[in-house]
């Protein structure tokens, strides 16, 4: 469920980026305390861009861990479960550092002289 | 034919983000407080929201925009407390959006009486999940969390629990027939989101609603001396 929504929200960014351009690759950050799973990403990835110009377009996602940072003691740390208070002196005073990704980073797209009939139908969404 | 790598780095919600800010700047502009109340589906929203405005809450004037999937049965059943009440459908999407996203918050406005409330609570669709990625223009989060879901939630839903402001733990009526250990709840709310401000509340016999409604007035007259500073 909520990757479908996440699938929909990157393709949007990347269809804006794009220009009607042909896309082979979309490279994705995800944070792990997003709670994304890759795999399902993925799944609906190729649901959501179907159709698309980046109906051909491979997502590559790079999973980012979480890094907390307690202002009391300065203590720097990866949570290994949800727990939002400082592993070294328990402060409650805690900034994620990394780990709330969702960032599209780059596209890759196909330049082209003369683009093909069928990428032309589907980037075409005016009336005929 | 070559290839260009186009760098973006742009957060993947930036465009939903963009429209949340826009509404949430109608909604100042008019003097409206918003709260994006959010919960599991069947936590007691729609109960406690009955409760909550069964009688006028001070010199405050409430307006309710519902979020479903499908259908007006919530809308219907808020419908006699006399509050102008907007029903928004997430059907038209694919399937059936499982959330409210900005764009379609957007699109209720012109339904909304803006001038004619001070706050505004959107009852978003039941899910733990993806509500807590979309904001809608909200000022404040609050969430609904029903002791028979079990005390693990916020651990399992920990996005969800660290993105409200308040969590109004309900049915409490029901503890002495459950095995779950409110105490346990708690804490695994405050181990994922440290000091949030908590509540237990029953909407089938009422404890605890006071408290609630003087939350929602309170943050509602401290949004209108936060407007009034500006001017």
């Given at each position: 469920?909520?990757?479908?929504?996440?699938?929909?929200?990157?393709?949007?960014?990347?269809?804006?980026?794009?220009?009607?351009?042909?896309?082979?690759?979309?490279?994705?950050?995800?944070?792990?305390?997003?709670?994304?799973?890759?795999?399902?990403?993925?799944?609906?990835?190729?649901?959501?861009?179907?159709?698309?110009?980046?109906?051909?377009?491979?997502?590559?996602?790079?999973?980012?861990?979480?890094?907390?940072?307690?202002?009391?003691?300065?203590?720097?740390?990866?949570?290994?479960?949800?727990?939002?208070?400082?592993?070294?002196?328990?402060?409650?005073?805690?900034?994620?550092?990394?780990?709330?990704?969702?960032?599209?980073?780059?596209?890759?797209?196909?330049?082209?002289?003369?683009?093909?009939?069928?990428?032309?139908?589907?980037?075409?969404?005016?009336?005929? | 034919?070559?290839?260009?790598?186009?760098?973006?780095?742009?957060?993947?919600?930036?465009?939903?983000?963009?429209?949340?800010?826009?509404?949430?700047?109608?909604?100042?502009?008019?003097g409206v407080t918003v709260v994006n109340l959010?919960?599991?589906?069947?936590?007691?929203?729609?109960?406690l929201l009955?409760r909550v405005l069964?009688e006028p809450l001070g010199d405050i004037r409430v307006?309710?925009?519902?979020?479903?999937?499908?259908?007006?049965?919530?809308?219907?059943?808020?419908?006699?407390?006399?509050?102008?009440?907007?029903?928004?459908?997430?059907?038209?999407?694919?399937?059936?959006?499982?959330?409210?996203?900005?764009?379609?918050?957007?699109?209720?406005?012109?339904?909304?009486?803006?001038?004619?409330i001070d706050l505004l609570v959107?009852?978003?669709?039941?899910?733990?999940?993806?509500?807590?990625?979309?904001?809608?223009?909200e000022d404040v989060r609050a969430?609904?969390?029903?002791?028979?879901?079990?005390?693990?939630?916020?651990?399992?839903?920990?996005?969800?629990?660290?993105?409200c402001e308040l969590v109004v733990?309900?049915?409490?009526?029901?503890?002495?027939?459950?095995?779950?250990?409110?105490?346990?709840?708690?804490?695994?709310?405050?181990?994922?989101?440290?000091g949030v401000r908590t509540m237990?509340a029953?909407?089938?016999?009422?404890?605890g609603v006071d408290e609630l409604r003087r939350w929602l007035l309170e943050l509602t007259a401290g949004h209108d001396r936060g407007a009034a500073a500006?001017?």
């Open positions: 469920m909520h990757e479908l929504s996440v699938a929909s929200a990157v393709l949007e960014t990347a269809q804006r980026h794009a220009e009607r351009r042909p896309v082979t690759l979309v490279a994705l950050r995800v944070g792990r305390l997003r709670q994304v799973v890759p795999d399902s990403l993925s799944f609906y990835w190729e649901i959501v861009a179907r159709g698309t110009v980046c109906d051909q377009a491979r997502l590559e996602i790079d999973e980012i861990d979480a890094r907390l940072h307690c202002a009391a003691c300065g203590h720097d740390w990866t949570p290994g479960w949800p727990e939002f208070h400082c592993a070294a002196c328990g402060a409650s005073d805690v900034t994620v550092v990394a780990g709330e990704e969702l960032e599209v980073e780059y596209i890759e797209v196909q330049e082209h002289e003369a683009v093909t009939a069928g990428r032309e139908e589907a980037a075409c969404t005016g009336p005929r | 034919m070559h290839r260009t790598k186009v760098r973006i780095v742009e957060d993947a919600l930036d465009a939903n983000n963009t429209i949340a800010r826009a509404n949430r700047d109608d909604f100042d502009r008019h959010m919960s599991a589906p069947g936590a007691g929203k729609t109960t009955e069964a307006g309710v925009l519902e979020g479903d999937v499908q259908g007006s049965y919530d809308a219907d059943r808020l419908a006699s407390l006399h509050v102008p009440v907007v029903q928004l459908n997430t059907d038209s999407g694919f399937g059936g959006e499982c959330h409210l996203d900005a764009n379609m918050v957007r699109s209720a406005l012109p339904s909304l009486p803006l001038h004619d959107i009852e978003n669709v039941g899910n733990l999940v993806c509500p807590a990625e979309f904001r809608v223009g969430m609904v969390c029903s002791v028979t879901e079990g005390e693990d939630k916020p651990l399992k839903y920990p996005l969800m629990f660290r993105s733990i309900n049915k409490l009526d029901l503890l002495p027939h459950l095995d779950v250990d409110l105490d346990r709840l708690l804490y695994n709310l405050e181990a994922v989101h440290p237990t029953s909407a089938r016999t009422g404890d500006v001017v």
